[in-house]
């Protein structure tokens, strides 16, 4: 039975807020947080840029500890982490010491970059090696997940009885992040899922797909957790919505708006939630809204109405 053939799961949906968690109010942020929580909203999704754009950009597993440290209940994904662009000893010591925090409340989302080829090298990475690289740093972390030493000899990193303890119990999910041949390779040989971005409903659905089968060919249990992140203007003008997107696509990108328009969502939750419906047919159980609206927490309320109206939808349909 494909995924399409199969009823759709009641989504979980949350929001990434980013910029409005950076600021140096520990009381801001706490009530950013608490609203989300109060709100029945999932999850935080939080990006991950070393020098992105000529210099911005904030650590996502920084990001990811302030949230968790903040909050008793929320759990946090990121998307993505470029991990292919640190030390996977370096991460994995992170992860064990997040597990210790917040034990089965951070979600790896790791991806390869790329938007800004310059960020790469940046961080002393041939940008022609990011990908060779990420796969030796997926496999490095889930030995190193293990507790047990590690022997690695691998062109990227050298490593002899290398441990880290305590492993994180339980072990952090790692989700795969990006699009076409390679994201699908990668998904089945070392993760536990995937995250889809800028996408259409019908791609995303081949892609879920193409993993199961291509995880299947290894002999590794197929994946359940398939997720979309998409950037969303809210409003209860649909209009001014999309005015704000807009606005927001072309100084994150410095591309036209109209590029993004059929890989994004404007308008009122009613619609942004029509938007959604395919991609939940297709498969998509884990749904983050970067939500660009007239106040963060004008976003968080109206994202929570998005949720409202499809977890009402699927759960008719199942």
Known sequence: MTATEMPPATPKLGVAVNEALLVPDPAARRRILDHIAGAGLDHVTTGDHISFQGGTGFDGLVSATSIL??????????GVYLAGLRHPVVTARQLATISQIAPAR???????????????????????????????????????????????????????????????????????????DAAVRRTAAYGDGWLGIFCSARRF?????????????????????FGLTMWCGLGSDGERARVLLGRRMHALYNQPPERFQ??????????VAEKF??????????????????????????????RRLLRAEFAAVG
């Not at 440290?69 to 990121?78: E, F, G, I, P, R």
């Not at 970067?290 to 309320?301: K, L, P």
């Open 69 to 78: 440290a903040a909050s008793d209940t929320l759990k946090v994904l990121t």
């Open 106 to 180: 951070l979600i790896l989302g790791v991806g390869v970059g790329g938007e800004d080829r310059s960020e790469i090298s940046t961080a002393g990475v041939d940008p022609a090696t990011r990908g060779r690289r990420l796969d030796e740093t997926l496999e490095v972390l889930r030995k190193l997940a293990t507790g047990e030493a590690v022997d690695h000899q691998g062109r990227f990193f050298s490593l002899s009885e290398a441990r880290i303890l305590p492993p994180p119990d339980p072990r952090v999910p790692l989700v795969i992040g990006g699009s076409g």
């Open 205 to 225: 659905g081949e892609t879920v797909e193409r993993i199961r089968d291509a995880t299947a060919e290894l002999g590794r249990p197929a994946p359940s957790w």
């Open 262 to 271: 059929h890989v994004t969502a404007a308008g009122t939750p009613e619609q």
């Open 277 to 306: 419906v395919p991609f939940v047919e297709a498969g998509a159980g884990h749904l983050t809204i970067v939500a660009v609206a007239d106040s963060v927490h004008d976003g968080v309320d109206l994202a929570a109405e998005v």
